[in-house]
């Protein structure tokens, strides 16, 4: 992609390539002193390595404005036409992975039957072009959840022209039985519902709802998606994961507890599940 020796595909997946593709990238002499050149005509004196740990901030060491900040200066960048504009989108792709990977997980289930590889070479070509495009870094909002919203959205609208060109019977494939989820469904469904907890999306324990079904699993995890993105803030969260529940917490009951009212808490979820719908809405 960047002229740079390039890692034997294996069958670790894409996502793994790329991070050892980026360990190659860091090494690279021209790449570092790249990096460093257009990086101090911004006044930041960052390398390559540097430059991912201030796009992916951990423990509030960092600002969300500085983030924001960098993030939209390698946008710019990456609208151009020469080696430069393909690295900065390269380091964009490297510190929007976790939510490739995301994006990909979610996608996998519902693609009819495309692979885990498959469908993460479609999302990481996706953003790639979505950084190339000109169009995020002059939208208001965080660059980053503009950067995955727009993947997403292509990404879908390419699956289900796929889905449509193979002629493949929907209606047909609601009605198949799911096969029994294996050792890793385990562990991901695990992981939602202690992350659902976590961030008081369920009223019970992670562990009292083993059982809940699928369905539910997905608009948790759409949910923590969402909010992490900053498209909904925690207690829209609330207001959707406790409403669309086994056993729905009445609204006079979340709304006490959110100190508010009813009323307020009904409009609260309304707006809520109008931006995860426009989320998963492909554009025109």
Same mark, same amino acid.
Do not use: K, M, Q
């Given at each position: 992609m960047l002229g740079v020796p390039t890692t034997t595909p294996t069958a670790r997946g894409i996502f793994a390539r790329l991070d050892a593709e980026w360990a190659e990238l860091c090494a690279d002499a021209s790449v570092r002193a790249a990096v460093t050149d257009w990086l101090m005509t911004d006044h930041r004196a960052l390398?390559?390595?540097q430059l991912l740990a201030t796009l992916r901030p951990g423990h509030g060491v960092l600002s969300d404005a500085l983030t924001? %900040?960098?993030?939209?200066?390698l946008l710019i960048r990456a609208t151009g036409h020469d080696r430069s504009a393909t690295l900065a989108a390269r380091i964009i792709v490297q510190a929007m992975l976790p939510a490739a990977v995301r994006m990909t997980r979610g996608q996998v289930r519902g693609s009819g039957g495309r692979t885990w590889d498959d469908v993460g070479h479609m999302v990481i070509a996706a953003l790639f072009e979505v950084a190339r495009s000109g169009r995020i870094h002059?939208?208001?909002?965080?660059?980053?959840?503009?950067l995955a919203l727009d993947t997403l959205s292509r990404v879908c609208r390419e699956l289900a022209a796929d889905r449509e060109a193979a002629g493949e019977d929907l209606a047909a494939a609601e009605h198949l039985t799911d096969p029994t989820p294996g050792p890793a469904a385990r562990a991901h469904a695990a992981a939602i519902r202690a %992350?659902?907890?976590?961030a008081g999306l369920t009223t019970e324990s992670a562990a009292c709802e083993a059982d809940i079904s699928r369905a539910r699993l997905e608009l948790l995890e759409l949910v923590l998606e969402a909010m992490e993105h900053g498209s909904i803030s925690r207690a829209d969260g609330q207001a959707i994961a406790w409403h669309y529940a086994t056993t729905p917490v009445p609204d006079a009951q979340a709304a006490h507890r959110a100190g508010t009212t009813a009323a307020a808490w009904r409009r609260r979820r309304s707006r809520a599940v109008d931006r995860l719908k426009s989320l998963l809405r492909p554009a025109a």
């Open positions: 390398g390559p390595e924001d %900040a960098v993030l939209r200066s002059t939208r208001p909002g965080r660059p980053a959840a503009n %992350a659902a907890h976590a």
